[in-house]
């Protein structure tokens, strides 16, 4: 079921308001708790958002309204232009979380498409829309467009969300001039022939274009001098009054918006009279003009009259009047209940509001993005916190990184080192970091049984005491046996020290779990769309047979303690029966002895890597797999095939390699790469806090 759904526009004026509107109603009628959203909001400091005042007052969401937005355009354009693109996405993931976590439905909508950055709103709403798991609705605007056109706009629009990966549920055509609703929507689904399923029309509504008079007095500031009560009058155009009363008066419609000098007393009295005729059309109002205050007798004529309609005044000149009213945008406004009933109204009457409810409320996405994933992985630390100890200490990317940890509540950290050198450390670099445990090895309360601890732990192998004493001085030996002794849940290293030297104590007395021959290692490829895990890329570097199978079940039961389906691909260099030779023969059995240990599991090979991630491929190679080209999970067949890989995808693809994570061992230990970045400390302590909690039973 989705809890979510992206509305985005593809040009300015689309009407987002009334299809808001439409959809939020159903909402609201059929589930439970329903929250609004916009992570980008364009408003001048102080400001609120037009949008978000709507949903907000109309349904009566008891939400703050900084709690349904998480930037606005200039901030979101300064992170951009300082290239923290990265900081803009997680801070709207971020935000629109804590509305997930506590409502049945968020509902988003993009950005507005105005001022400067409207050239890069197609990709950024893309990009949002993924990494928040949205489906996507589409609003088009067929207004002053021939049919031709508003296909072509569509179309570029769609075939740039395809292209981004996103799921467009649905596309509706505003503001459709209703001589043109059945051809648009017939040369519509021919053009997009089934692509998109869910294609409506909504017919260009005059009163929906219209101004009300309250809207034009905030717009410019004026001062309601008489109808206060008749300020919801809609104004179809305006007049501006310069010519005489005999020439002026047949140029009023329906709706007219007079704008005059405060001082023609002729245009005002007559315009009045014309509106207390019969035969002449009622207007919406007048604004008078200039800096002279009303005069005296006007006033007293003016007030003896009841029902009056709507008269403004402003200090600017009649021409300048005339500009600033002309450049108002209509829009939907916070207790306007009229407009609101007519947008109600025209979207239940042209959108089957039962077919797209279904829709959404069964859609189910597939896709994971880096930032999805990554903020899974904080989400699911934190439910049941672990402590992880963090041997180098003094390294400037592990304090950072604990930094982060920290203020996001993500595990309690114990750092390794000389403790005044890791305080100084914090304080160079200006971090506000409380709340960890800062441990020297050789002067803690736990170094004494830790030495006496592995010593009989090795002395089979000729450990001394002496010898004990120099191991556990070090800083990986002495976070490892916190962790095999219980006072840590996991540890995290390698940032300064080599995958030997992180993984050695950890092989001689956690040791691999029962069943377990070896410690193997995958690693999380985050792609734009979604996350697969590669295995081994970091630890066995020619595998038997034997050692594929369990690499591949571990890698599986490893994926799917991050939320990932496995299916496992046993990669080589030919699909099926097409090959021939040692290396093919051993992922044969590889993936026998797979088929025979865990009968559940989906695995195939020997398999290529196109045929396992490409369902064109697959269907050509091996079309009856259930496996081929909806792989999850790819075991390599040597460390040299794997490693190269992986790190070919990361820097051709940009993708987010998160790992290696060590499977396989009693307790969780995991190395960093020496270059590591912080963002790849953080998710690799949330994922051992992860696997700490699975090896508890709390995941």
Request: glycine fraction near 6%; include cysteine; hydrophobic fraction near 45%.
């Amino acid at each position: 079921m989705s809890k979510n759904l992206f509305i985005t526009a593809v040009e300015p004026q689309s009407g987002k308001a009334t299809v808001t509107l439409g959809i939020m109603e159903f909402l609201v009628r059929n589930l439970g708790r329903v929250a609004f959203f916009r992570p980008i909001i364009n408003v001048k400091a102080g400001e609120k958002d037009r949008t978000i005042s709507l949903i907000s007052s109309h349904y009566k969401l008891d939400i703050p309204h900084d709690a349904m937005y998480a930037f606005t355009t200039d901030e979101a354009q300064s992170l951009m232009a300082a290239k923290n693109h990265e900081k803009l996405l997680e801070g709207i993931v971020t935000k629109y979380k804590t509305l997930e976590s506590e409502f049945d439905f968020v509902l988003c909508l993009g950005t507005d498409f105005e001022g400067e950055a409207s050239a890069i709103e197609f990709e950024l709403n893309a990009e949002i829309a993924n990494n928040l798991g949205c489906p996507v609705l589409m609003i088009a605007n067929a207004r002053q467009l021939s049919i031709t056109e508003v296909v072509q706009s569509c179309r570029f629009a769609f075939e740039l969300f395809e292209e981004k990966s996103c799921d467009v549920l649905a596309l509706i055509i505003n503001r459709t001039p209703v001589v043109l609703q059945q051809d648009l929507l017939a040369q519509m689904k021919a053009s997009f022939n089934n692509k998109v399923d869910l294609i409506y029309t909504i017919p260009l509504e005059g009163t929906l274009e219209n101004l009300t008079m309250a809207e034009i007095a905030k717009a410019i500031h004026a001062d309601v001098l008489f109808g206060h009560s008749q300020m919801n009058r809609l104004v179809s155009r305006f007049v501006v009054a310069a010519m005489n009363l005999k020439n002026y008066l047949p140029r009023l419609t329906e709706g007219s918006l007079v704008i005059t000098p405060i001082d023609r007393l002729d245009i005002i009295l007559g315009t009045l009279a014309a509106f207390r005729s019969r035969n002449m059309p009622n207007i919406a109002g007048m604004i008078l003009t200039g800096y002279l205050e009303p005069d005296e007798t006007l006033f007293n004529l003016l007030e003896g009259y009841h029902d009056l309609a709507p008269i403004l005044k402003v200090k600017e000149d009649t021409f300048t009047t005339a500009n600033l009213v002309d450049k108002i945008k209509t829009r939907i406004s916070p207790g306007d209940q009229k407009k609101i009933a007519i947008s109600l109204g025209l979207f239940e009457s042209n959108v089957d509001t039962t077919e797209l409810r279904q829709r959404i409320v069964r859609f189910s996405t597939s896709i994971v993005t880096p930032k999805m994933f990554e903020f899974g992985l904080i989400k699911r630390a934190r439910t049941h916190k672990q402590t992880i100890v963090l041997p180098e200490g003094e390294e400037q990317r592990i304090l950072e990184a604990t930094e982060i940890l920290i203020n996001r509540d993500v595990a309690d950290i114990i750092l390794l080192g000389n403790e005044q050198a890791i305080s100084k450390n914090i304080s160079d670099l200006g971090l506000s970091i409380s709340g960890i445990k800062i441990i020297d090895p050789v002067r803690s309360e736990y170094f004494e049984a830790y030495v006496e601890t592995y010593f009989q732990l090795r002395k089979h192998k000729g450990i001394t005491r002496d010898n004990a004493w120099d191991v556990m001085s070090g800083v990986n030996h002495f976070g490892t046996m916190m962790v095999y002794k219980g006072h840590a849940d996991g540890m995290v290293s390698g940032a300064v020290h080599s995958t030997l030297n992180t993984v050695r104590p950890s092989l001689e007395f956690v040791k691999t779990k029962p069943g377990s021959t070896i410690m193997s290692s995958i690693i999380f490829m985050c792609l734009e769309d979604r996350v697969l895990g590669y295995g081994d890329c970091a630890v066995n570097p020619r595998p038997t047979a034997e050692q594929l199978a369990e690499i591949a079940i571990e890698s599986a039961k490893t994926a799917r303690i991050f939320g990932i389906e496995p299916r496992v691909a046993l990669l080589s260099y030919s699909s099926g029966d097409s090959g021939i030779g040692d290396e093919v023969d051993k992922v044969k059995k590889a993936a026998e002895i797979a088929h025979r240990l865990a009968p559940d599991l989906l695995v195939e090979g020997p398999i290529q890597y196109d045929a396992a991630v490409d369902l064109t491929v697959a269907k050509a190679k091996m079309p009856d797999s259930a496996v081929a080209g909806r792989a999850t999970v790819f075991i390599f067949p040597d460390l040299n095939t794997g490693n190269n890989t992986y790190k070919a995808v990361q820097r051709s693809t940009n993708a987010v390699a998160i790992g290696p994570i060590m499977q396989g061992l009693n307790k969780p230990v995991n190395d960093l790469s020496r270059g590591c970045l912080v963002a790849d400390i953080v998710n690799t302590v949330a994922i051992t806090a992860i696997q700490a909690q699975a090896e508890k039973g709390l995941s």
